[in-house]
């Protein structure tokens, strides 16, 4: 059976592509657009040290598949915690497509879920008929620090904290998270805030932010205005679960 690995861009699927990879498998990176400059560095760099091929998919030819996947929509909702069609859309529909098209439609799929992450495990929908998800990290009991700890010793690593990996300011992270982060990176936040401008312009039934309460530009404010304590992105967790390894 063909097997699947699936490849974030971040420290942990490298880790786990490192260590499960053979010759014949597919390594796959979906490139939704909003990942950090450095998250491309690091997947560069990963196949030229390793010597392991990664394959690059994403649902347009633009820059930015994210913003193409809005304007697709008319811009007339966009997505947020409960209703995450950006990673339906840019991540699973994307891999799946792909997969098809080469002829692949029952595989083993490799998840890069660690042993501290059980709840991801546990609360895991698979997104394919005619697959076999596997969690070798999970199940080999690696966690975070071993993982942390694995990359000090490479002569390369993804040189950004591991809460700028994926889109960089996705909703998932939650609203500190956010605020953190662009009291450092601020310019981050553009994108996000042109997303939510053309909604205010396009939409009618509600759904113009990606919080329900409060927009990014909001968010930049506040953390330009240093009314929220700046923390050490390095010790920032995402306030949800995502499914964007999918």
Request: hydrophobic share 35%.
């Amino acid at each position: 059976m063909q097997r699947v690995i699936n490849f974030s861009g971040g420290k942990t699927s490298a880790f786990m592509t490192i260590q499960e990879y053979k010759e014949g498998d597919l390594v796959i990176f979906c490139d939704t657009g909003r990942e950090h400059p450095k998250t491309y560095k690091f997947i560069n760099d990963f196949e030229a040290f390793e010597n392991i091929p990664v394959i690059k998919i994403k649902l347009s030819e633009s820059e930015d598949p994210f913003k193409e996947l809005l304007k697709k929509k008319n811009y007339k909702i966009l997505p947020n915690r409960t209703r995450r069609f950006c990673t339906v859309e840019l991540k699973i529909k994307t891999n799946k497509r792909y997969l098809r098209s080469i002829g692949i439609r029952k595989f083993e799929s490799f998840i890069g879920f660690r042993s501290d992450e059980k709840r991801r495990v546990i609360n895991r929908k698979v997104s394919f008929v005619n697959v076999i998800e596997k969690y070798p990290l999970y199940v080999n009991g690696i966690n975070k620090d071993m993982i942390n700890d694995y990359w000090t010793k490479k002569p390369y690593t993804l040189e950004i904290p591991s809460i700028l990996g994926n889109c960089d300011l996705c909703f998932m992270k939650g609203k500190n998270a956010i605020i953190s982060i662009l009291s450092v990176y601020p310019e981050l936040a553009d994108k996000w805030i042109e997303d939510e401008d053309e909604a205010q312009k396009n939409g009618k039934f509600g759904g113009h932010t990606y919080f329900p309460d409060v927009t990014y530009r909001d968010l930049k404010n506040i953390a330009q205005n240093n009314l929220f304590k700046n923390y050490d992105l390095n010790d920032i967790k995402p306030a949800f679960d995502c499914a964007c390894t999918s």
